[in-house]
């Protein structure tokens, strides 16, 4: 049983799956996070899908991670923030690496984790209205676990032009950013999905999961051991006293000490 995603096949083996959480801003939870990475085990097996479309519900794609499951982790020893930060890592890991096509539909805003969903998608379509935003910085935390797969889809450049500073940014600027192939209207965002599916389905299933793993050996390496060091990273940074001072404010609905806009 899903709580908090859904997934639906189609005749043709075109699997939609949708993050479900659309009071939440489908914010991930440590639920959502579990049950993504059941879904991309379960869908990466399953030799009747072709293709998967990861959406949102509902206003917003990813609003990043859930307010109840930073509570916790603010909580948390280090020990805990080390387990909890793996899990997340090897969901985006799972979907990274799911011997599918991922093409994302992004209906909907997007921040922090939320960027990273987007970031695994082989190609991600989005609707013109959608604001992205790697906002990780406001809370003193870091975009870790899923900077990996930012700056291999941006290229260093320019996810330098966008990590640091927080700033959001429209979708036209994600597409010159790379993390969106193509900017459509919301109307149009079901039929520019479908021409990235539809190719797929003329294509041998298993020379598209060679082909696949073939393109990510050949791009930057996203192992065990990076995947490690951004675990490590996030741990570190959780430690800090601006991550306390950042999110404590967050919560409070204060500005952070280091906030000197007027």
């Known amino acids: 049983m899903l709580d908090t995603i859904s997934i639906a096949v189609d005749p043709r083996g075109v699997a939609t799956l949708t993050l479900n959480r659309p009071e939440k801003h489908n914010a991930m939870s440590a639920q959502m996070i579990s049950e993504l990475t059941q879904a991309a085990g379960q869908l990466g097996r399953d030799d009747a899908v072709r293709v998967v479309v990861l959406t949102g519900a509902g206003k917003s794609f990813c609003a990043g991670g859930d307010l109840s499951w930073m509570q916790d982790q603010m909580a948390a020893d280090p020990e805990t923030r080390f387990v909890e930060a793996r899990k997340l890592a090897e969901m985006l890991q799972a979907l990274n690496t799911m011997p599918k ?147 404590g404010a967050f919560f409070a609905k204060r500005k952070p000490v280091w906030n000197s806009k007027v």
């Open 101 to 247: 096509p991922l093409i994302g539909a992004v209906q909907g805003n997007a921040f922090g984790g939320g960027v990273g969903m987007a970031a695994v998608c082989d190609v991600a379509i989005g609707v013109q209205s959608v604001k992205m935003g790697l906002t990780e910085t406001r809370l003193g935390l870091i975009p870790a676990t899923i900077g990996p797969y930012v700056v291999a889809r941006m290229g260093e450049a320019r996810a330098r032009r966008v990590v640091m500073s927080a700033r959001l940014f429209e979708a036209s600027e994600a597409v010159e950013l790379g993390l969106l192939a193509r900017a459509v209207n919301a109307d149009d965002l079901a039929g520019a999905v479908e021409a990235e599916v539809e190719p797929y389905l003329s294509c041998a299933p298993g020379a598209v999961a060679s082909a696949k793993a073939l393109v990510r050996m050949l791009g930057p390496t996203i192992d065990n051991t990076v995947i490690d060091g951004t675990i490590r990273a996030l741990v570190d940074r959780w430690e800090t006293e601006e991550a306390q001072e950042g999110i």
